[in-house]
Antibody
Framework: QVQLQESGPGLVKPWETLSLTCTVS????????WNWVRQSPGEGLEWIGY???????NYNPSLKSRVAISVDTSKNQFSLRLTSVTAADTAVYYC???????????WGPGNVVTVSS | EIVLTQSPDTLSLSPGERATLSCRAS???????LAWYQQKPGQAPRLLIY???SRATGVPDRFSGSVSGTDFTLTISRLEPEDFAVYYC?????????FGGGTKVDLK
């Protein structure tokens, strides 16, 4: 059974860097692509980007200048860094496994991140 | 970027009724790579339908998806109490992947 779990701080100060990690259990990072998705309070879903186990990444242009996703296959983890955060980055951040045909089949429970001084 | 427009914003129905949710894409969705997700308060989205019309593992057959051109539809044939939730469509055929704004199915 594949499981994903986000971890990281729940509070980040304005203009600092948000860092989250997603740990994958019950399966390998190979074959699939690994995503970050966020949801602002009371809002819809926004795709942030993905990474393959090879390290190839793709980002949403709306965030591309501030985001980096990395992968550590030895730990079965992938991570998100979002720089220069503001209140607009306050959201629940989800990690999700993507597959070319089957979409985002597995999701983590989400990590609430609040940007505030 | 492909914009997905969902309608209606809210659908007020009773258990046992049929729900029809719409998702219109601003341009062609590559290989009909469109998914539907269900989200309940405090939970992550749950994949229901992928490739426009294929049910994900464990999804009841009262959920079905269809496509006509750039118009995608999610149908719930007979609403069960656990189906009252918010539903999102998503295209994952071309980057950036995008989601619709959601349709809330609530109790009439």
């Amino acid at each position: 059974q594949v499981q994903l779990q986000e971890s990281g701080p729940g509070l980040v100060k304005p203009w600092e860097t948000l860092s989250l990690t997603c740990t994958v259990s019950g399966g390998s990072l190979s074959v699939y692509y690994w995503n970050w998705v966020r949801q602002s309070p009371g809002e819809g879903l926004e795709w942030i980007g993905y990474i393959y186990a090879s390290g190839t990444a793709n980002y949403n242009p709306s965030l591309k200048s501030r985001v980096a996703i990395s992968v550590d296959t030895s730990k079965n983890q992938f991570s998100l860094r979002l720089t220069s955060v503001t209140a607009a980055d306050t959201a629940v951040y989800y990690c999700a496994r993507g597959q070319t045909v089957r979409g985002f089949e597995y999701w983590g429970p989400g990590n609430v991140v609040t940007v505030s001084s | 970027e492909i914009v997905l427009t969902q309608s209606p914003d809210t659908l007020s129905l009773s258990p046992g009724e049929r729900a029809t949710l719409s998702c219109r894409a601003s341009q062609s969705v590559s290989s009909s790579l469109l998914a539907w997700y269900q989200q309940k308060p405090g939970q992550a989205p749950r994949l229901l339908i992928y490739s426009a019309s294929s049910r994900a593992t464990g999804v009841p057959d009262r959920f079905s998806g269809s496509v006509s051109g750039t118009d995608f539809t999610l149908t719930i044939s007979r609403l069960e109490p656990e189906d009252f939730a918010v539903y999102y469509c998503q295209q994952y055929g071309s980057s950036p992947f995008t989601f619709g704004g959601g349709t809330k199915v609530d109790l009439k």
